[in-house]
């Protein structure tokens, strides 16, 4: 089955910095990759996904890039903000249903 | 309005006990989903429904009983609660392949 690692398991980056994610997956036949934010007491909430026809997409201040002959994805937060503390989690399936996810990432923005 | 609702947020009940937690969706949706997150953070699925069909059972043990009546409804039912069973256990619910995927806000079970 699918494997996905995920580093650093936590991150503490100065306000306004930017903060990096990086996930790797085993199963080259996965083709959904969605990132989750996870704040305390609540439900992880997607906030960006990539399909591997694509190589990189943005929203505003989070951007997602995958390389597929690496098997590789990452997570890109620039001009972090306090509220941007949470707990990340980086997730790979095929089709959609069933998703294996990263260990997650605590990432603490320091104002 | 909630989209995916999940009862009780928080149980403490003793070993050996059994309990159940309920989880609503209104999002029409026709796949929900069991994941159990451990003290480590650690997301893992338990179990998959399609339009009320067991479509995923990973190995969970079998004192873990999910019940869906309905499409908008997953149950999970745990039989004889052991200590390890302590986790935050979250419903979810995705409309199709490779739909983005809800989550509830969580139950936070404590095995004593």
């Known amino acids: 089955g699918e494997n996905v690692e995920q580093h650093p398991s936590t991150l503490s980056v100065q306000e306004g910095d930017s903060a990096v994610i990086k996930c790797t997956y085993s199963?080259?036949?996965?083709?959904?990759f969605p990132w989750y934010k996870q704040e305390l007491g609540k439900g992880p909430q997607l906030i960006i996904d990539i399909r591997s026809n694509v190589g990189e997409k943005k929203d505003q201040r989070i951007a997602v890039t995958l390389n597929k002959t690496a098997k590789h994805f990452s997570l890109h937060i620039t001009e972090t903000q306090p509220e941007d503390s949470a707990v990340y989690f980086c997730?790979?399936?095929?089709?959609?249903?069933?998703?294996?996810f990263g260990g997650g990432t605590r990432l603490m923005v320091k104002p | 309005d909630t989209a995916v609702s999940q009862t009780p947020k928080y149980l403490v009940t003793q070993m050996g006990n059994d309990k159940s937690i309920k989880c609503e969706q209104n999002?029409?949706?026709?796949?929900m989903y069991w994941y159990k997150q451990d003290s480590k953070k650690f997301l893992k699925i338990m179990f998959s429904y399609n339009n009320k069909e067991l479509i995923i059972n990973e190995t969970v043990p079998n004192r873990f009983s999910p019940k869906s009546p309905d499409k908008a409804h997953l149950n999970l039912h745990i039989n004889s609660l052991e200590l390890g069973d302590s986790a935050v256990y979250f419903c979810?619910?995705?409309?199709?392949?490779?739909?983005?995927?809800?989550f509830g806000s969580g139950t936070q079970l404590s095995v004593l």
């Open positions: 997730a790979a399936s095929m089709g959609g249903n069933m998703l294996t």
């Open positions: 979810a619910s995705r409309n199709r392949e490779g739909g983005k995927l809800f």
């Open positions: 199963d080259s036949a996965s083709n959904y």
């Open positions: 999002l029409g949706h026709d796949t």
